[in-house]
C-alpha cells in the first residue's frame, strides 16, 4: 500500500515513514502543499496523510483543490487543532478523517487501516499477477480460469510472492516463512520448489516467467503485465497480520531527542525578548512555528505533558502580536516548564527499546511453566520466536531438528537425575557458536566455575524479571553478517538519508549520511567508502559537481558512484553519466532496487579489483 505523507516537520515525518515502512506501508514524503498537490496528482495513492499546517498551501486548501479535481481516494488529516469549528472545517473540505496531535502511533495506524477497508482498497483477499489468480479464501489458484493443482508448500510459495511484490526473498528467508522450527530443510529444497512452481504455472499457458532471479540475493516477483496486486489483511498462513512495529518510533526519538531542545531554545530566546519588551515580528513567527510543531510531535515520543504546554504557548502566540502583562508572565511560565519538562525520561516502553531488526530464533530450557508462559507472551515483541523444552529429552529432540539461535538453559531439573551442566557440554561441543545463557537459582562459585568453563556466554541468577532475561539474551544473540562494506550517502535531506540508511544497514552495510554536500570530501578521506550515493539536486555542491570532483582525482577516480534523482529523462541521465556517474536510481526510492544496485556494484568491483591483483 503506497501512502504520501504530507507534512513539513523533520521529526514527526521520519517518524511516521519508519512507524508506516516497518508495518509494510510505501511512503513518499512532501514538506509542503504544493509538493503534496503535485505528488497526488501525478502519483497513484492509496491513502493521503495530510498536516494542517504546512507551508505554501496548507492542508485544508489543499484537501479542497484535491476533492475539486474529482480525488477519490482517503484523506486522514494530521491535525493539532481539537475545536468542533477545526474538524468540521477539515471533514467540510473533504478530509475523510482526522488525527489530533498528539497522537498514539496504534490508533493512527488503526485509522489508516480502517480508511483503506473503507475505500475497499484491501477488502478483497485476492491476490492477482496477470492471469494468475490466487483466492485464500477458497485455497484456489487459477491462471486464464484454469485451475492449477499446487503442493501446499507451492501454494505457499505463490502467495509469499503475491503479498510481497517489491520484496526479495532469500532462500533463507523462505525457509524461515514456509517451513517451522522444526521441520526446515536444506536451501536446495527452495530451488527445487521454486523450480516446480515455475514448470507448473508455464504448463498452464502462464507465458512470462513470473519470479526473478537476483543474482547473489534471492527470488522476488516481476512487476504485473497488466493488473496490480492486491493484498488483503491476512498473512501467507492464513492467520491474522501481527500488531504493528513499534520499534522504529523508538529508534527515531533516541535519534532526535535533541532537536527538541533545540525548539525549546527558539521559544526561550521569544520568552527573554517578551520580557525585554523587544520581541519583534519575526522571533514571533519563529516561535509560534517551533511551539506548534512541539505540540503535535512531544507527545508522540514520550513526552505529554510537553504536548500539554506547547499547546497553551501556540495559543498564546496565536493571539495579537502584542501580548498583556499576565499573558507574557504566563508566556515566561510555560516556557520554563516546558525547560524543565524535558529534563525528565521520555516515557516509552523498555521492549520497544529493543534493538533487534530480525527474528531470531531461541531455544528456552526450563521446567518453570509460569515463566516460559510469561516469555512466550512477550517474544514476539522482542523480534523473537521461541521454543520450549520442559526437559533435556525435549531439548535434545528439538535441537537435533534445527539449530536455534542462542540457548537459556536452567541447570536443575527435578524429575532426572541428569544435569542441565551435561547438555551444556552436549551443546557446546556439537556448535560452539551458538551463545548459552545459564539460567538458574544454583549460585554457588562452583557452579559459576562449571558454567564458564564449559563456555557458556552468561549466567543469569534466578529470579529475573522478564526484561532482564531478555536484555541478556539480547547481549549475546549473533550479529548479522557484515559484507565489510561502507557506503557514504549524500542528499540535504534528512528524512531521505534515515530512509536510505535504514535499507542498506540491515545488509551488514557500514552507512554514513551527509547533508552539507560542501563536506563532502573531509568526510570522503574520514571514511574510504566502497560506494557513494549521491543525490543530484542539492543546493550549494550538486551531485553531478561532486561527481566530476571524484572523477578527476587520482585515487578516487573509480570509486563506484550511483545518483538518485528524480528526473529520469534521457538528458537528466546523459549529464549524470558524462559527469562520471555509474548508475542512477529513481525517485521514490525502492527499497529491493536499492539494496540489489549497491550490493551489486561493490561486489563488482571487488572481483574487478581481486582479478587485478591475480594478474599482476
Excluded at 510472492?161 to 533463507?172: G, H
Excluded at 496565536?318 to 510555560?334: A, K, R
Excluded at 553531478?544 to 529523462?569: K, N, S
Amino acid at each position: 500500500m503506497k501512502i504520501l505523507l504530507v507534512e513539513d516537520d523533520v521529526l514527526l515525518s521520519t517518524a511516521l515513514f519508519e512507524l508506516l515502512s516497518a508495518n509494510r506501508y510505501t511512503i513518499d514524503i512532501a514538506s509542503n502543499g504544493q509538493a503534496g498537490l503535485e505528488l497526488a496528482t501525478s502519483t497513484a495513492y492509496e491513502l493521503i496523510l495530510l498536516d494542517w499546517l504546512i507551508p505554501k498551501l496548507d492542508g485544508i486548501s489543499l484537501c479542497r483543490q484535491l476533492r475539486s479535481q474529482g480525488y477519490r481516494k482517503p484523506i486522514l488529516l494530521l491535525t493539532g487543532k481539537n475545536s468542533n469549528a477545526d474538524i468540521v472545517a477539515g471533514l467540510d473540505a473533504g478530509a475523510d478523517d482526522y488525527v489530533i496531535k498528539p497522537f498514539n502511533p496504534e490508533a493512527l495506524l488503526a485509522r489508516i487501516r480502517s480508511l483503506l477497508r473503507r475505500n475497499e482498497a484491501i477488502s478483497s483477499s485476492t491476490l492477482t499477477w496477470g492471469n494468475l489468480c490466487l483466492d485464500p479464501s477458497a485455497c484456489r489458484v487459477t491462471c486464464n480460469e484454469q485451475e492449477i493443482p499446487l503442493t501446499a508448500k507451492e501454494y505457499k510459495l505463490l502467495e509469499l510472492f503475491l503479498q510481497n511484490p517489491d520484496r526479495i526473498f532469500s532462500r533463507a528467508v523462505i525457509l524461515d516463512r514456509l517451513w517451522g522450527f522444526e521441520d526446515a530443510p536444506t536451501e536446495n529444497a527452495v530451488t527445487t520448489h521454486i523450480k516446480d512452481l515455475r514448470k507448473k504455472l508455464k504448463t498452464v499457458g502462464l507465458a512470462e516467467d513470473f519470479l526473478e532471479t537476483v543474482y547473489g540475493m534471492g527470488y522476488r516477483i516481476k512487476p504485473a503485465p497488466n493488473r496490480s496486486i492486491s493484498v488483503g489483511e491476512t498473512n501467507q498462513d492464513g492467520k491474522k497480520k501481527p500488531g504493528p512495529n513499534m520499534t522504529s518510533v523508538n529508534r527515531v526519538l533516541e535519534r532526535f531527542r535533541n532537536s527538541f531542545a533545540g525548539q525549546v531554545v527558539v521559544l526561550a530566546r521569544a520568552k527573554t525578548a517578551l520580557l525585554a519588551g523587544n520581541l519583534n515580528e519575526d522571533l514571533h513567527q519563529q516561535a509560534l512555528h517551533e511551539a506548534h510543531k512541539l505540540a503535535g510531535s512531544m507527545g508522540s515520543f514520550g513526552y505529554p505533558e510537553g504536548s500539554r504546554l506547547a499547546r497553551k504557548i501556540e495559543h498564546l502566540l496565536l493571539g495579537d502580536f502584542s501580548l498583556s502583562t499576565d499573558q507574557i508572565s504566563n508566556f515566561s511560565q510555560l516556557v520554563t516548564a516546558l525547560q524543565q519538562e524535558l529534563t525528565k525520561p521520555a516515557v516509552t516502553s523498555t521492549a520497544q527499546n529493543f534493538p533487534i531488526n530480525q527474528s531470531y530464533r531461541l531455544l528456552v530450557i526450563d521446567d518453570d511453566t509460569m515463566l516460559t508462559e510469561q516469555l512466550q507472551a512477550e517474544a514476539d515483541s522482542w523480534g523473537i520466536r521461541m521454543k520450549v523444552a520442559p526437559n533435556l529429552a525435549t531439548a535434545r529432540s528439538l535441537f537435533s531438528l534445527a539449530t536455534p539461535d542462542v540457548v537459556l538453559l536452567d541447570l536443575s531439573f527435578p524429575t532426572t537425575e541428569e544435569d542441565g551442566l551435561i547438555l551444556l557440554s552436549e551443546i557446546v561441543e556439537r556448535s560452539p557458536n551458538i551463545p548459552v545463557i545459564v539460567f538458574t537459582g544454583r549460585d554457588t562459585l562452583a557452579d559459576r566455575l562449571a558454567v564458564s568453563r564449559l563456555g557458556a556466554r552468561q549466567f543469569l541468577h534466578k529470579p529475573a524479571t522478564t526484561e532482564q532475561i531478555f536484555q541478556a539474551i539480547a547481549r549475546v544473540l549473533p550479529q548479522p553478517k557484515t559484507s565489510e562494506a561502507k557506503v557514504l550517502i549524500v542528499d540535504d535531506d534528512p528524512v531521505i538519508l534515515a530512509g536510505l540508511s535504514a535499507l542498506l544497514t540491515p545488509w551488514g552495510l557500514e552507512v554514513t549520511t551527509l547533508s552539507q554536500s560542501q563536506q563532502f570530501w573531509q568526510v570522503l578521506i574520514a571514511t574510504s567508502p566502497d560506494l557513494v550515493v549521491l543525490d543530484l539536486e542539492m543546493p550549494i555542491v550538486n551531485g553531478l559537481e561532486l561527481c566530476q570532483v571524484v572523477r578527476q582525482d587520482a585515487q578516487w577516480g573509480d570509486l563506484p558512484i550511483l545518483v538518485v534523482t528524480a528526473h529520469t529523462e534521457a538528458e537528466f541521465l546523459q549529464q549524470a553519466f558524462a559527469a562520471g556517474a555509474d548508475d542512477f536510481i529513481s525517485k521514490p526510492v525502492l527499497g529491493p532496487e536499492l539494496v540489489t544496485r549497491v550490493l551489486s556494484r561493490i561486489q563488482r568491483t571487488r572481483r574487478r579489483s581481486q582479478l587485478g591483483r591475480t594478474k599482476s
